[in-house]
């Protein structure tokens, strides 16, 4: 822990009992002995925040004049000092709203020497021998560019000593963003110290030099250290600490060992399409240049929030960093409102309509997904199993965070107030600037949110038609649920929506399914993975061999599903995201097809057409789910006389 030596801290933060219960019944003269002596501590943790004098000096007597008038209220000596630095916090981030200060604090006073205490002038000269007037500017300078709040969760760890769950419930967080603030904290500064020639390794060093420079007395400089290990991020400290903060925020408790989640998941995340040499990704927000990222350079975090549980929707948060600490080159966010892409070399975001696929287009994998699943996928693929355990947590709102990346890994419960509080927290946005260009490359249906769709084909010369409505974001889906009907008149018909789901063939019973059943092996894009994805993934399901073919710039990928008795493939439109079309084949060889089914997606349903679910759902609930991959035999039963 990062302090200035336990007695010194009792000394300087715990005022004297008699003359604290003396200030407390009212009495000046203690009233003023109390404010000199605390003064200096006061001065010195303000300013660390500011780094303005004439604020800190007005934030001072805010503050000690909230003193006076409360003081009677506070109980015990003990919590006097942490009672006023949560008043002065408040003064300072007041001050901050009223001055709209929130993208940090203007450099026209660098040239200043900090005077952290006015009436300890000396401490600024016998700090002299310590540091050079230089490294003293490179340091100030540093701070300065960071953000307040990065400011303030620096020194209420590093000089103040306390545990992320006390700097939690200050700054109204929960105890997991406060411990990714931190360390956003850290990046950030030591990415300006990087900027002026300070390596990686002087972050403790310029830590310890900007403490010692704003303390109080020369006293509390010379005793103040900032240990390695009060810098540390690791999930378990953040864990342990259960915390309800504010509404809004998240509770978060360790529910399973972080050692079964590896960054090896993120190898591969984005697609290789053109080299951004080639044309500049800022002019060009056209699908081919979004996607045309290199494939070298390594992933450096992919995050995982899972709010209906590890068989539900999923967001993802993927990150391909370049090569030196101070850079984020590329960031893929995908939650429940859309499709983000931030390029961070032309401070620019992109919204698609697309969800990430990998380059060597194989299937992604997810941290839940089951040891067979896994195992089918790196014998159909030709790729070595990964060999990682799955999370087995049945629980809602899970947040993995690979073992190795921020935070030391490890799978969280989330306890939020609503189930996408979390995904508006900072860590999880990456804090875009406001200032960055936004391309909002959407189209009209998946700027809305959904679209309606249209089924029409044949299979062996008997007609099919269908309709039904699809989400593209999980933000959209309980508004506008998906659901489906699929029919050949007289011969088949199959329904699904939020009550349920059934098939019924020629004169047979319906046989009931969950609800969502019969979108497996169709575009399920507010799931949260691309159709390419979905798709294969939900054959794999079924131990369904499967085939991919992609090359750019091609519009469209074909994957081919190898059944027993014949193969269907789909033709899926990377762009949009969506199943385009579906043709059915007799027999292990393509040969001629005997069928094909075409989706057309609308922005609303044509005049006359149904916005609800169809009538004729099932009325029994059930959990059951096809045994076998429905479409696969959907030629079989409409062959039958």
Not at 313 to 342: E, K
Not at 378 to 392: D, K, L, N, W
Not at 470 to 484: D, E, N
């Amino acid at each position: 822990m990062s302090t200035l030596g336990r007695q010194s801290i009792l000394d300087e933060q715990t005022p004297d009992a008699s003359l604290f219960a003396q200030a407390q019944r009212g009495d000046r003269d203690s009233i003023d002995a109390l404010s000199r002596q605390i003064q200096g501590r006061l001065y010195s943790y303000i300013y660390r925040c500011t780094l303005d004098a004439d604020d800190t000096n007005d934030l001072v007597q805010e503050t000690l004049i909230e003193m006076v008038r409360l003081l009677g209220k506070l109980g015990s000596v003990e919590h006097f000092w942490p009672w006023l630095r949560a008043v002065a916090y408040n003064k300072v981030r007041n001050h901050r709203r009223r001055e709209k200060l929130r993208r940090g604090v203007s450099l026209d006073q660098l040239g200043n020497d900090v005077s952290p205490y006015p009436g300890s002038p000396q401490s600024q000269e016998g700090l002299a021998d310590l540091m050079s007037q230089e490294l003293k500017h490179i340091i100030k300078q540093a701070m300065r560019e960071i953000k307040p709040q990065y400011r303030d969760v620096l020194s209420m760890r590093c000089y103040e000593g306390m545990e992320y769950d006390k700097i939690a419930a200050l700054m109204d967080r929960s105890p997991f963003a406060t411990r990714m603030m931190f360390f956003r904290a850290k990046r950030a500064l030591a990415t300006r110290l990087a900027r002026r020639g300070l390596g990686k390794a002087s972050l403790l060093t310029a830590l310890v030099v900007f403490g010692k420079m704003t303390a109080p007395t020369p006293a509390a400089a010379a005793q103040l250290t900032v240990t390695a290990a009060s810098l540390k991020v690791g999930a378990a400290a953040a864990a342990a600490a259960t915390a309800t903060t504010t509404a809004g925020a998240a509770a978060i408790t360790l529910t399973l060992g972080g050692a079964a989640l590896v960054t090896a998941w993120g190898a591969g995340i984005l697609p290789q399409k053109a080299d951004l040499a080639d044309r500049p990704i800022a002019t060009s927000p056209s699908f081919g240049a979004l996607a045309g990222m290199p494939a070298a350079e390594e992933t450096r975090e992919i995050w995982y929030y899972l709010p209906e549980g590890r068989n539900g929707s999923v967001m993802m948060r993927l990150v391909r960093g370049q090569s030196s600490l101070d850079r984020t080159g590329y960031l893929w966010l995908q939650n429940h409102t859309g499709n983000y892409f931030y390029d961070r070399t032309h401070n620019t975001i992109y919204i698609n309509n697309f969800h990430t696929w990998k380059s060597d287009l194989t299937v992604r994998e997810l941290p839940t997904d089951s040891a067979e699943l896994r195992r089918f996928l790196a014998r159909i693929q030709g790729t070595p199993e990964s060999g990682y355990p799955t999370v087995v947590s049945d629980a809602w709102g899970l947040l993995i965070v690979p073992d190795g990346q921020i935070g030391g890994g490890g799978v969280f419960r989330v306890q939020p107030e609503t189930p996408y509080s979390i995904l508006s927290e900072e860590y999880f946005q990456y804090n875009w600037p406001a200032g960055a260009e936004v391309v909002d490359g959407r189209d009209a249906m998946h700027r809305q949110g959904w679209a309606a769709f249209s089924i029409a084909g044949q299979v062996h010369g008997r007609r099919i038609s269908g309709v039904g409505r699809i989400p593209f974001v999980h933000g959209t889906s309980r508004q506008y649920p998906a659901w489906l009907r699929i029919e050949a008149p007289g011969r088949f018909q199959a329904i699904d929506g939020p009550d349920g789901a059934a098939i019924q063939i020629a004169a047979d019973r319906q046989t009931p399914f969950a609800a969502g059943s019969l979108f497996e092996g169709l575009s399920r894009p507010w799931m949260g993975l691309h159709t390419l994805d979905t798709v294969r993934r939900d054959a794999a399901r079924y131990g369904i061999a499967f085939e991919t073919e992609y090359r750019y710039p091609d519009r469209y990928a074909r994957v081919s599903l190898l059944g027993p008795a014949g193969r269907i493939t789909y033709a899926i439109d990377m762009e949009k995201d969506l199943v385009d079309q579906v043709t059915f084949y007799a027999g292990a060889d393509p040969g001629d097809p005997i069928g094909s089914l075409k989706f057309t997606y609308e922005p609303d349903f044509p005049a006359g057409r149904s916005e609800s679910a169809p009538a004729g759902r099932p009325v029994r609930p059930t959990d059951a789910r096809p045994d076998r991959f429905w479409l696969m035999n959907l030629p079989d039963w409409l062959a039958a006389p």
